[in-house]
């Protein structure tokens, strides 16, 4: 079922974007009504902006004052150290025996790193006749919307954030041929683990989610069982957003500011379609706000975005071009020294603005 926006109104005007959206029923009920009904109406609903929420000149240059003092705080050491660690397993093939040490390995950083919830997700995975008990990582954080003095009462207020964490070389059956998937996907994994770090820590409206997954090489095993997690215990129609990280390390020598964001279009569900274009609109502006970074949309691929948006989610896919880009891709050779980390720690930053931004942006 699909808890969230399907309606949308959006203009951007100067540097201020105003989103203004519905859920599925209300819209069916609404349908007659005019927009100016729809448009005060789902003011209390998600990631919103009313008309006479657009802020006072002088407190978004405060905000940005404020957001560009926490972007600061993204740090390309940790970033590499992450990707070198990851990196340094012999391969993080999700039928081999790594996959448990990494697995641990992300556990305990997480637990270091992020103010949350730090939880195993396992789940038993069959496949070719054989049954994988595998694990996905998660540290949650509660927001303050969902906190118990909280007058904010709508439900729909997490935002997941995920990238898988398992490697594979060409032949994926070939579970012991080194596979350090630096940029597929230890790159998606250090800025998730960054992001955690410092968005933990902030008093946030937005409940997060940051989720690590083995089994995506495979056919998108982690996210297919964690989304279906989410959808027994109810705790689906809570997201508002998914965000993918995968590869977002790797830059073309003369391309070096572009980033990929891909958008839904079709796949399982069309409702979701137009927030997650806005959204996609959404982050390209952030992206030009507060870095280098020239952001192009792009229709989804296949990455674990595709469980989610089959349940209805609205998805976000962020990477670097992939596998058509990386020469290095499924390789070997998909080592640390092929990334580049500035570029890297650009792609942490656009995420953590939008999310920071969301949340200014959001009535919960
Ligand atoms: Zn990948």
């Known amino acids: 079922m699909i808890s969230i926006i399907t309606i949308l109104f959006i203009a951007f005007s100067s540097n201020s974007i105003i989103i203004n959206s519905t859920n599925t029923s209300q819209a069916d009920n609404n349908n007659n009504n005019n927009n100016n009904n729809n448009f005060t109406m789902s003011c209390n609903i998600s990631i919103i902006a009313c008309l006479n929420d657009i802020p006072h000149p002088e407190k978004k240059e405060d905000h940005k004052i404020q957001t560009d003092l926490i972007l600061e705080q993204v740090s390309s050491t940790r970033l590499k150290e992450y990707i070198d ?27 270091n790193i992020c103010k949350g919830i730090v939880f195993f997700h396992n789940y038993t995975q069959s496949d070719q006749n054989q049954t994988f008990h595998l694990k996905n990582i998660i540290c949650s954080k509660q927001g303050l919307a969902s906190s118990s003095q909280s007058n904010y009462n709508n439900n729909n207020n997490t935002i997941v954030i995920g990238a898988h964490y398992d490697s594979r070389s060409k032949n994926i059956n070939n579970t012991d041929a080194r596979a350090p998937g630096a940029d597929d996907n230890a790159s998606g994994v250090s800025a998730l683990l960054e992001l955690s770090r410092i968005l933990s820590h902030l008093n946030l409206k937005y409940n997060l989610q940051f989720v690590l997954f083995s089994g995506e090489e495979q056919g998108q095993w982690g996210s297919k069982n964690y989304s279906r997690y989410l959808n027994n215990s109810n705790l689906n129609s809570t997201i508002d957003l998914y965000i993918n990280l995968d590869m977002v390390g790797y830059s073309s020598p ?15 569900y069309l409702q979701n379609d137009e927030y997650s274009k806005t959204i996609a609109l959404f982050i390209k502006q952030t992206a030009s706000s507060y870095t280098n970074l020239e952001a192009i949309l792009s229709k989804l691929g296949n990455s674990d975005f595709i469980p989610f948006e089959a349940l209805g989610h609205a998805v976000i896919g962020i990477h670097d071009g992939g596998s058509e880009n990386n020469p290095h891709y499924h390789k070997s050779s998909d080592t640390p020294d092929t990334l580049n980390i500035k570029y890297l720690t650009s792609i942490t930053k656009m995420v953590l603005a939008t999310i920071l931004e969301l949340d200014k942006l959001s009535h919960y």
């Open 85 to 111: 660690t990851l990196s340094s397993f012999h391969t993080r093939h999700t039928k081999s025996h790594h996959i448990e040490k990494a697995a641990n390995w992300l556990k305990s950083e997480f637990e």
């Open 254 to 268: 003369n391309e070096s500011n572009k980033v990929i964001l891909e958008y839904d279009v079709g796949n399982k």
